[in-house]
């Protein structure tokens, strides 16, 4: 048989020819980044959907503000695609949770970008809390509480101003208007909370992402997968959760929007096996659809206080 | 899905991993050529499935490197990595030298065996450092640094140097183990070291490029070279230039469809597969095709100088329509045979009349002869009717190399079975 | 019984080097014993057929005495010296059906194999090495196939192959495995000539055969069922009572001392 050497020299001589024809063309792998005509812009890049609420609340008229999640991607798992990647490189700015919240893009923005990178959650005035059998990895869940969700509005004012000096005033301008609407969500939200009677003041989500709700709101919380959507429930686990729904006399289980569906399966399964109900759907770890009427940070949480409030009364 | 959305035709997007993602394309070429050759051994060996079975058995070595060192530093995880690899290596060979179990199932055996262990280890760690560990043993081209390509770098040149100064003896021991031990050359220690490199390799390709990419680069590549090459030799340099070819085009792709790279590496790898199936010299489609019209070509080009010669003999101008209807070919296929016979100086044509140069009667003849002697044949010893061996002999005669040897066979005959005169050797009339 | 083969008296005997010797050879294969005391001289230039049943032990006699195994008791000797001290003295055609036909490798990169054990590890054959695989394979007839596909021989063309790989080597004494299995009468044949050719220029061939059809030609035969039935020119030794005892099954006392010492476990 002939030997059929001539197909590696074929290969390379297509490869090179490819490269010789497409390296005429230059251009900027920006063109899909920066928006058309505006100098002077920088590109802010946010990773989950809350944070994007923000970045766009503070500079979205500003700047290129883009954000890497979509609204029901879950950030525990979420999976690189390579235009996140341009975007992590080419940002100026990155507002992230931290915490490890984003687990492949967070080792992605830690080796690859070159702008600032800010961790929102990772702040001195945010007292984090551990799960249950938790040594040392902190819950990163930590925007459900209307105060440390401001420490994050606040830090990244701060990032913007230094990143944007001549605007520093809008942002705080903005920034200043937007805390007061927390505060007054965040006062109506207990107040609709303690509407509840005591006794049924419970809750029992798909994982454990409420624990920083519980406490803004005063509201018992349990889940059955941890604080990573990524783990699944040991027998035992799902076995105490059940016993307590019993015990406790749970009227409501809730299934959230952005975790796998064996999670939610979970829920349903305890709730047939108890006497509660499944309550609705709760938005976790990401912000509802354009249209949803949970697709800014005020209205997600504003839905599920009034989720949780329904079908616990 | 978005996913014709997403597609982006923006040729300097193309250059983005270049300019970029240097680390994470070059790593990746690299893991490409070191998995690309390795996996030479691995498909010849059968054991396609260690790649995939080594990047699940090293879990337990890493959390248990961690729980030792209670922490993630670099070093110490890799060496409990490669350690779990050593190991699955020997216990592979233990479950399948010692019990009834054939090489593969034994792979399985342990590889879940170990994988299982793993993951009962790392539910009873602190919640927050599993994820720790899981990204810290996958990773992803996209997030390599230097220092990950460094190592992948020395690692690339251990395994090529080594596979190149022991290449005589690799080869003997992976094509015939027992002359090689007779020869007093030491085979388990060179499957060890085969092992040893790749589990180095499969730790290092998993932690800059992730799971996917490192088990099929251990396969695919050399499959489609092996299709391609009968020299071991060529055999590992095509599978490394597969390997890293795949590597470059996938992240490329990657980009330009907005696909994750890994996966995109893993898709162009199988083309090239798929390509040199279709084009293997000896068993693709391609050439297997092309092979046949070949055939066809000669067989039908010999019967037009039979047909030209019937018609001279009978006295007439080898016209195209006699010849085609002569030998049952249609006119513009006629003319192509035209165009073999006229190059190979058989025929020459002149006023629209073909005629046979010498070289192109003597050709003729010997088809006759053949034909007739081939018709004794088949009367004489395969005691086939007279009346229907022409369609036979229509066949046979080409292979008219023969005709000599069944004309001793057959002790010179003279006349066929139909009475006609057998041409003589030489072909004179 | 007789150790040595039955010699020609006018031969005279001090100018006889036996190439082959075995004493006692004992060997076990998973705790059970499968040789039993062998022994046997084969001098230079023989070629000794062995022929036994299945499980009689043949390949386990090949292993041992290749150097693959470690007997329980006994010698083996190749010119008086142990296989450990001249391994390259020892080479190997092995059986069609273990040899891996899919293997890229080419009719010369197999004989140039044969080279291997002398180079060592990281030895790299040169010119010179290449001329003479190409002489070796001249010695067997196949140099105008050196370049081919080993698939893409026929059953008598790669026992030559292995063969000339063997005298590569420069081995002395060669150890074919069933070379015989499915090849036709002439091929059968033309490997027989060129054992004569190799034997009457000093090797010393040993063949392993599972049945008898091509037992005549041997000069010596080993008939072999787990101990030596008998040793010598197959005309003296191929009796009905000698192969009755080689084919007609195991041994039954010795296969129920097996049995009786397993209960004791």
Redesign the interface.
């Known amino acids: 048989m002939k030997e059929f050497v001539p197909l590696k020299r074929t290969l390379t001589l297509s490869f090179l020819a490819a490269e010789l024809f497409f390296g005429g063309c230059s251009g900027d792998p920006l063109d899909i980044v920066k928006p058309e005509g505006r100098d002077g812009s920088k590109v802010i890049i946010c990773t989950t959907t809350m944070i994007h609420d923000i970045g766009k609340i503070l500079a979205g008229d500003l700047h290129n503000v883009r954000g890497i999640m979509q609204p029901g991607e879950d950030p525990h798992i979420y999976e690189l695609k390579p235009h996140d990647t341009i975007l992590i490189i080419e940002a100026d700015l990155i507002l992230m949770n931290g915490l490890h919240l984003e687990a492949q893009v967070g080792h992605v923005i830690d080796t690859k970008a070159k702008g600032k990178v800010v961790r929102l959650a990772v702040d001195s005035r945010i007292q984090t809390l551990g799960s249950e059998d938790t040594e040392g990895a902190p819950d990163p869940h930590c925007w459900f509480n209307p105060e440390y969700y401001k420490v994050y509005v606040e830090k990244a004012c701060n990032a913007l101003s230094e990143l944007d000096p001549e605007n520093a005033k809008t942002y705080r301008t903005r920034t200043d208007a937007y805390l007061k609407e927390l505060d007054g969500l965040h006062a109506w939200g207990k107040e609709a909370i303690a509407t509840i009677p005591n006794e049924r003041r419970i809750m029992v989500t798909s994982h454990d992402a409420f624990q920083y709700f519980g406490q803004a709101f005063d509201i018992e919380v349990h889940a059955v997968a941890g604080i990573s959507t990524e783990q699944d429930p040991t027998p035992q686990d799902r076995l105490k959760l059940e016993a307590l729904v019993k015990k406790r006399g749970a009227k409501a289980l809730f299934i959230e929007t952005s975790v796998r569906d064996a999670l939610n399966v979970m829920i349903r399964q305890i709730a047939t096996a108890t006497d509660a109900k499944v309550g609705g759907v709760l938005h976790s770890d990401s912000l509802g659809a354009p249209g949803s009427g949970a697709d800014t940070y005020l209205s997600m949480l504003k839905y599920n206080l009034n989720t949780v409030v329904k079908a616990l009364q | 899905m978005n996913f014709l959305a ?1 597609l ?1 035709f ?7 991993p270049f300019t ?2 240097p680390e994470g394309l070059w790593t990746s070429v690299l893991v490409g050529i070191t998995c690309g050759v390795l996996g030479c051994f691995v498909v ?1 060996r059968r054991m396609a499935l260690i790649g995939d079975a080594l990047s699940h058995a090293i879990l337990p070595g890493v959390v248990i490197a961690f729980l030792i060192t209670n922490n993630t530093g670099v070093w110490g995880l890799l060496l409990g990595a490669l350690l779990a690899g050593l190991m699955t290596a020997v216990l592979i060979n233990v479950v399948s030298q010692k019990s009834r179990t054939k090489e593969d199932s034994a792979i399985g055996i342990v590889f879940t065996a170990l994988f299982a262990l793993g993951l009962i280890l790392i ?1 009873n760690l ?7 560990l ?2 810290f043993v996958f ?2 081209p ?4 230097m220092e990950e390509m460094q190592l992948m770098a020395a690692i690339t040149v251990l395994v090529i140097g080594t596979v190149v ?5 690799f ?2 021991v ?3 183990p ?8 030491p085979v388990m220690f060179f499957h060890y070291l085969l092992m040893g490199m790749i589990s180095a390799t499969v730790v290092a390709g998993l932690k800059t490029t992730g799971v996917i990419l490192v088990v099929a680069m251990v396969i695919t590549p050399a499959s489609a070279a ?1 299709q ?5 030799s ?2 590992l ?2 599978s490394g ?1 597969f390997g890293g ?1 795949s590597a ?2 996938g992240m490329i792709l ?2 330009v469809i ?4 890994g996966p995109s590496m893993v898709l162009v790898a199988t083309m090239i597969f798929v390509l ?1 199936m279709l ?1 293997s ?2 068993h693709g489609y391609v050439f297997e095709k092309l092979r046949k019209y070949r055939l066809r070509r000669h067989i039908d080009g010999e019967d037009v100088l039979k047909a030209i010669y019937k018609v001279e003999q009978s006295g007439e101008n080898a016209t195209g329509e006699r010849i085609g209807k002569q030998a049952g070919l249609p006119l513009d296929y006629l003319t192509k045979l035209y165009g073999d016979l006229l190059r190979e100086k058989l025929i020459y044509l002149e006023n629209n009349i073909t005629s046979l140069t010498d070289a192109g009667r003597k050709r003729a003849l010997e088809m006759v002869r053949s034909h007739r002697l081939w018709e004794s044949y088949l009367v004489d010893r395969a005691n086939l009717d007279p009346d229907k061996i022409h369609i036979h002999a229509e066949k046979l005669e080409h292979a008219h190399e023969l005709a000599d040897e069944i004309d001793r066979t057959l002790g010179h005959p003279k006349k066929d079975p139909h009475g006609s005169e057998i041409p003589n050797a030489g072909g004179k009339d | 019984m007789r150790l040595g083969p039955i010699l020609d008296p006018a031969m005279p005997q001090a100018t006889i080097d036996i190439a082959i010797k075995l004493r006692d050879l004992t060997v076990s294969y998973e705790e059970k014993p499968v040789l039993r005391s062998i022994s046997m001289d084969v001098p230079k230039g023989e070629i000794v057929g062995v022929v036994g049943p299945n499980g009689a032990g043949k390949s386990t006699l090949l292993k041992a005495m290749l150097g693959l195994i470690h007997p329980d008791a006994g010698d083996i000797r190749y010119y008086g010296k142990m296989i450990s001290e001249c391994r390259q003295l020892v080479g190997y055609v092995p059986q069609t059906e273990a040899v891996d036909w899919d293997f890229p490798v080419t009719v010369l990169d197999v004989v140039m194999m044969g080279h291997q054990g002398r180079l060592g590890w990281f030895g790299w054959p040169n010119e010179s090495h290449r001329k003479e695989a190409i002489d070796a394979l001249e010695t067997v007839g196949m140099a105008p196939y050196r370049e081919r596909h080993i698939r893409q021989l026929s059953g008598g063309q790669q026992q030559r192959v292995f063969l000339a790989r063997a005298i590569c080597q420069k081995a002395e004494i060669l150890f074919l495995d069933e070379p015989f299995g499915g090849i036709d009468a002439a091929t059968e044949q033309a490997i027989f000539s060129l054992m004569d050719d190799l034997a009457g220029k000093g090797h010393t061939l040993l063949v392993v055969n599972h049945d008898l059809s091509v037992m005549d030609r041997y000069n010596q035969l080993l008939l072999l069922n787990q101990r030596v039935v008998a040793y010598g020119p197959p005309k003296l030794i191929a009796t009905e009572e000698n192969l009755r005892k080689t084919y007609g099954g195991r041994l039954s006392l010795l296969d129920k001392a097996d049995s009786v010492l397993k209960d004791h476990l």
């Open positions: 997403e982006t923006k040729p300097e997007l193309w250059f983005f970029h993602l010849l539910s602190p919640r927050g450092t599993h994820f720790d899981k990204c990773g992803i996209d997030a390599v640094t100064l022991l290449y005589h003896s080869k003997l992976s094509f015939d027992v002359a090689a031990a007779a020869m007093g050359i092996y391609l090459t009968n020299r071991f060529h055999m340099i095509l230039f070819f470059i085009l990657a980009f907005n696909a994750p790279s040199s084009l010299p000896s």
